[in-house]
């Protein structure tokens, strides 16, 4: 059974930083792609950023040249570090993964997801 399990999320000011991490348990081989996603209250869900076992990296416009997406050697960790936060970018963040051949994560929805963190930023 795959489970993703996200972490990292918190609480800081406009400026600030934080380093999101998605843990995939259950997993036999790489995904093809994983995803960041992530949903304000009363609003749609939107992609934040993804990348594929190729390396693609799709971000959404609003977190270019602030957020990164980065995933370890094997592929089982994802990463979103996000650099110059705003207080837009408050939401619950999830993390996502797909292993169909030639998905687009980004495009999505990717079959399997995580819980959540919140990250909250003040201004």
């Known amino acids: 059974q795959v489970q993703l399990v996200e972490s990292g999320g918190g609480s800081v000011q406009a400026g600030g930083s934080l380093r999101l991490s998605c843990r995939a348990s259950?997993?036999?081989?790489?995904?093809?792609?994983m995803a960041w996603f992530r949903q304000v209250p009363g609003k749609e869900r939107e992609g934040v950023a993804s990348?594929?076992?190729?390396?693609?990296?799709k971000y959404a416009d609003s977190v270019k040249g602030r957020f990164t997406i980065s995933q370890d050697n094997a592929a089982t960790t994802l990463y979103l570090q996000m650099n110059s936060l705003k207080a837009d970018d408050t939401a619950v963040y999830y993390c996502?993964?797909?292993?169909?051949?030639?998905?687009?994560?980004?495009?999505?929805?990717?079959?399997?997801w995580g819980q959540g963190t919140q990250v909250i930023v003040s201004s």
């Open positions: 259950g997993v036999t081989y790489r995904p093809y792609c």
């Open positions: 996502a993964a797909d292993w169909r051949s030639a998905y687009d994560c980004y495009g999505g929805p990717p079959t399997y």
């Open positions: 990348i594929n076992k190729y390396g693609i990296i």
